[in-house]
C-alpha cells in the first residue's frame, strides 16, 4: 500500500510541474507581436527563460486590456513586457528586468519642444490603456491635455496631421510605428530629452492574487539568471540597438 501511494505522489507531482502555463501578451512591436518574425523580442527572453527551467507555455496574443483583466483575476499565468508603477506593484508582482529602454520624444519636424516649458498647454498623445505613470508630473506641472485613442498608429496618424503635438514613447516602439506608416518619407522627428525619465524598464508579470505567484516569479528570475550566464540572452538582445523592422529577429 505505502508503494501505491509513493507511486501515485510521485506521478501527481510529475503532472503537476509538467502542467503548461497560460502566458498572454497584446501587440509591442519590436518587442511583442502575433505575426513578426519569432513574434518578438520579448517573446523570444521569455521562451528561452521558460525553455531553461524545462517549463512548457501555451502563448497567447490579446488586446492589452484584456490581457491585464486575466492576469488581474489569474485566469492566465503571467504577461510581459510590462513596466512596474505604484498601483501595478499593489496588484502584480514584476520580475528582474527582462529590458531596459530609453523614452524619446515624438513631434512633427520644426516642433522638438526642448524644455519643459515650451510644453505648456499642448497635446500629448497616449494609446488607451497605456502607462502614463512616467509623465504624470510633467502633464500635470505643465497643464498639458491628454489625447488617448485605441491603438499607438491612430496617435501617430494624428501627430503627422497635426491634431496633437507630441508623443513620449518607448524608442524602438516608435521609430517601429514611425517606419511602418511613413517610411523614409516620415514629417516626424525623433529625440531623447532631458526632462524624460531615465532607468526605464520592461518586467514579466504575475498576479498577487495567483497562488503561484510568487514561485513562478522566482521560478523566471533563475531562469533569467541563467540565459544571461551562458549567453543566451546577449544573442537575443544584441539586434535591439539596430531593430526597427525587425526582421533581424528571423535569423536567430
Not at 502555463?21 to 512591436?29: M, N, Q, S
Not at 518587442?31 to 523580442?41: D, R, S
Not at 489625447?147 to 501627430?159: D, Y
Not at 524624460?196 to 503561484?212: I, W, Y
Request: aromatic share 10%.
Amino acid at each position: 500500500m505505502k508503494i501505491v501511494i509513493v507511486l501515485l505522489l510521485s506521478a501527481f507531482c510529475f503532472a503537476t510541474q509538467a502542467e503548461s502555463l497560460r502566458i498572454a501578451t497584446g501587440e509591442y512591436v519590436p518587442y511583442t507581436g502575433e505575426n513578426i518574425p519569432n513574434q518578438g523580442i520579448s517573446s523570444m527572453v521569455v521562451r528561452a527563460v521558460f525553455k531553461e527551467l524545462k517549463q512548457d507555455i501555451h502563448l497567447e496574443f490579446m488586446p492589452w486590456k484584456r490581457v491585464m483583466m486575466l492576469v488581474e483575476n489569474g485566469t492566465v499565468d503571467g504577461s510581459y513586457p510590462w513596466s512596474a508603477n505604484s498601483e501595478r506593484l499593489k496588484n502584480y508582482y514584476f520580475s528582474t528586468p527582462i529590458h531596459q529602454y530609453r523614452i524619446f520624444s515624438f513631434t512633427k519636424k520644426g516642433n522638438e519642444f526642448n524644455t519643459a516649458k515650451s510644453l505648456t498647454g499642448k497635446t500629448i498623445c497616449i494609446p488607451d490603456g497605456w502607462d502614463k505613470s512616467p509623465f504624470n508630473s510633467l502633464i500635470e506641472k505643465s497643464k498639458m491635455k491628454v489625447f488617448s485613442p485605441g491603438t499607438v498608429e491612430s496617435c501617430f496618424g494624428m501627430l503627422a496631421l497635426g491634431r496633437v503635438d507630441i508623443i513620449f514613447i518607448n524608442e524602438l516602439v516608435g521609430k517601429y510605428v514611425v517606419d511602418k506608416l511613413f517610411g523614409k518619407k516620415s514629417p516626424l522627428v525623433a529625440s531623447e530629452k532631458d526632462y524624460l525619465r531615465e532607468g526605464n524598464e520592461l518586467h514579466f508579470m504575475v498576479s498577487r492574487k495567483s497562488p503561484n505567484g510568487k514561485k513562478i516569479i522566482s521560478d523566471f528570475n533563475r531562469g533569467l539568471e541563467r540565459i544571461k550566464a551562458n549567453g543566451v540572452y546577449d544573442a537575443i538582445v544584441s539586434v535591439i540597438s539596430t531593430c526597427v523592422t525587425c526582421n533581424q529577429l528571423g535569423s536567430l
